[in-house]
């Protein structure tokens, strides 16, 4: 089941190779090439949740475990618990609502088939990073993901889309870099690679010492990926001149990667490394908190202000991981989730507005689009309400456990620390109301002004049936996870218990 999840999106690209200049047949057949095969991915990923067995979440289920390079004892291992199952759910959904996005929203560029051949290829590391279950697996999985978005950036982007990618490119190669030589260094204390055993050991073999040089390198090269301030520099630009789908694909998945290997290596695998080093965590934490909330006050542009949002949002996970408590830790990985759905709706809405506009600068639009396209304002009105918090959302319970972790730290932690954390994240929390409710009473509310010239409004196209195929499941998901969040927590919490040891 596993390998079927990484072999149904890796044929398919392969089997696009030969298709050098389609003909006007095989456009179509293109089309519709995308959904068919991440929508079959998408089924094994729904069987793989049905064929779960809830009771015992904190094992790893569906493995498979060959060799791979024999001489060195590197194995093929790949597997699902309760922290990976959810986020393997996600990945797949994302990836097939991205394909049917593009089956009537086509970015620039042209190259369509090379397109669907990069997504196809992103899809397989994106699922690949969180089934590994071998350290040496999963930074190669890790690292598949860079080459495919840098050219969705590249290729499909904006104006600036050469400078963003490269800029992609060099800060997540040097942090994998560095991620490198802290998982060798795990490797050649322990002399395993093998992360279900490395797990279950909770550190033992490796002195206190080391741990914090591999927690200090292991998190440097997660963070980029995370991303922390003020390794998060990357960010704004990549989603700003992604298309649309990259800038979901990006927030929705690949942020997730840096966070998810915090709670499935960093924590558990170097518990006296991550003692030592999670007050520091907190800090720049609740510092990309602050930072991302006052940065999107200061935004004028709608893609720019949502990818420094995805700062704070993320801030938040962090904090939660730097807790080290099975709430902080849930917390975590509830808000990757919860933001992957929340954003990536942002996303997919923000490039709707632009296709509509011709632009995503604030001050351009005008205002009124509640009276111009009420659809679409409404919508936005509901990604922007669920991404700040608001009581029965999916994105409030992210944020209100990361703040409750963090009024009871784990022990060896500074309270009184971590109550200043949990302060300058509950003002991040009123911070993003206010840039969020700010904006919205730029763009949805108000008179309709008259369109610049160089803007085309046409108001007989609010929201077309392709995007509301897309947007629904995304829609469902955050008020179903916001009014039932056992959902998800019930997934996560056994697993997240056996990781931090707790009885």
Same mark, same amino acid.
């Given at each position: ?174 942090? +994998?870099? !560095?991620?490198?030589? &802290?998982?060798? *260094?795990?490797?050649?204390? #322990?002399? %395993? ?5 490395? @797990? ?108 420094? +949002?995805? !700062?704070?949002?993320? &801030?938040?996970? *962090?904090?939660?991981?730097? #807790?080290? %408590? ?5 917390? @975590? ?171």
């Amino acid at each position: 089941m596993v390998i079927g999840l990484l072999a149904v999106p890796l044929a398919g690209a392969a089997i696009l190779i030969p298709f050098r200049r389609p003909s006007s047949r095989q456009g179509q057949f293109l089309q519709w090439y995308g959904p068919v095969v991440s929508g079959l991915t998408l089924v094994l990923a729904l069987v793989l949740a049905v064929l779960f067995d809830y009771g015992h979440a904190a094992r790893t289920q569906l493995e498979v475990d060959r060799a791979w390079v024999p001489g060195l004892d590197l194995r093929f291992h790949l597997g699902v618990d309760g922290i990976s199952l959810p986020l393997v759910v996600l990945t797949a959904l994302l990836t097939f609502l991205c394909f049917l996005y593009l089956v009537r929203h086509k970015p620039e560029g042209g190259r369509f088939r090379a397109l669907v051949f990069t997504l196809l290829v992103l899809e397989v590391g994106m699922i690949g990073t969180f089934l590994a279950l071998d350290l040496l697996l999963f930074f190669v999985f890790f690292e598949i993901v860079l080459i495919p978005m840098y050219f969705v950036i590249a290729v499909w982007g904006g104006g600036e889309r050469r400078a963003a990618a490269v800029k992609f490119i060099l800060y997540t190669l040097l942090g +994998s870099a !560095v991620l490198l030589l &802290g998982l060798l *260094l795990i490797w050649a204390h #322990t002399g %395993t690679l093998d992360m279900v055993r490395l @797990a279950h050991a909770h550190g033992a073999g490796m002195p206190r010492a080391v741990q914090i040089v591999a927690f200090l390198a292991v998190g440097l090269g997660l963070a980029v990926k995370a991303p922390m301030w003020p390794l998060h520099t990357w960010l704004p630009a990549a989603h700003t001149e992604a298309p649309t789908v990259g800038s979901v694909l990006l927030a929705g998945v690949l942020l997730k990667m840096g966070t998810y290997g915090f709670a499935r290596i960093a924590v558990p695998v170097l518990p006296e490394g991550a003692a030592a080093l999670a007050p520091w965590l907190g800090a720049f934490a609740v510092v990309g908190i602050m930072y991302g909330s006052l940065a999107c006050l200061a935004q004028r542009d709608l893609k720019r202000m949502i990818a420094y +949002s995805s !700062v704070g949002h993320m &801030g938040f996970v *962090l904090l939660g991981l730097a #807790t080290l %408590t099975p709430v902080g830790m849930n917390a @975590a990985l509830f808000g990757n989730v919860a933001h992957g759905l929340i954003t990536g709706l942002l996303f997919f809405i923000a490039g709707a507005i632009k296709e509509r506009y011709g632009t995503a600068e604030m001050p351009r639009l005008g205002g009124g689009m509640l009276a111009r396209l009420p659809y679409l304002g409404s919508l936005l009105t509901f990604a922007c309400v669920a991404s700040l918090g608001l009581p029965g959302l999916a994105g409030f319970w992210g944020e209100m456990l990361a703040l409750l972790g963090a009024f009871h730290p784990a022990p060896g932690l500074s309270r009184p620390l971590f109550l200043v954390f949990m302060a300058v994240g509950g003002i991040g929390t009123v911070l993003t109301a206010a840039y969020f409710l700010l904006m919205l009473s730029r763009v949805t509310h108000g008179r309709p002004e008259e369109p610049a010239p160089s803007l085309v409004i046409p108001t007989e196209r609010d929201v077309t049936p392709y995007e509301l195929a897309a947007w629904t499941p995304l829609i469902v998901l955050t008020v179903a996870l916001g009014l039932w969040p056992k959902a998800l927590l019930a997934v996560t919490d056994p697993a997240v218990q056996a990781f931090l040891g707790a009885p």
